[in-house]
């Protein structure tokens, strides 16, 4: 098992993907001793270990994400029925990932902070 600053080290990625998309109300956080991110105190992201992210999602999303790309999304039998999708961090690029952190924001975030970032594409 990797130490807490090992995974410090590996979140930094997250983290400054996070705050490139300035996402109003996120906060760095820990979730189950490893960091994570958190918007109005509710977990959308944490390291699982220094190769794995637990992304929230809604379920159909999860589904989707895991049949176009197993090799980046994938879950354990313990995520099963749960709001999350795992993900491979050395598989992921920068601009996928960051995407994929703005989605769980936006699953997460209450109506009043989504309302001062419009959708991409102004849907």
């Known amino acids: 098992m990797s130490d807490a600053s090992d995974l410090d080290t590996v979140f930094e990625r ?24 958190k918007v109005r105190g509710k977990l959308i992201v944490r390291l699982k270990d220094a190769d794995t992210l637990v ?5 159909e999303q999860k589904t989707l994400l895991m049949e176009i790309s197993p090799q980046i999304y994938f879950e354990t039998p313990h995520y099963i029925g749960y709001a999350a999708v795992l993900i491979r961090l ?23 902070l989504i309302a001062q970032r419009p959708a991409p594409g102004g849907a």
Do not use: M, N
């Not at 990932?97 to 209450?110: T, V, Y």
């Open 90 to 112: 050395p598989a992921i690029a920068d601009e996928e990932l960051s995407l994929r952190l703005e989605d769980a924001w936006r699953f997460k975030a209450p109506k009043s």
């Open 14 to 37: 997250v983290h400054a993907l996070a705050q490139a998309r300035q996402l109003p109300g996120i906060t760095r956080s820990t979730s189950y001793g490893t960091p994570a991110l």
């Open 55 to 59: 992304l929230l999602c809604p379920a």
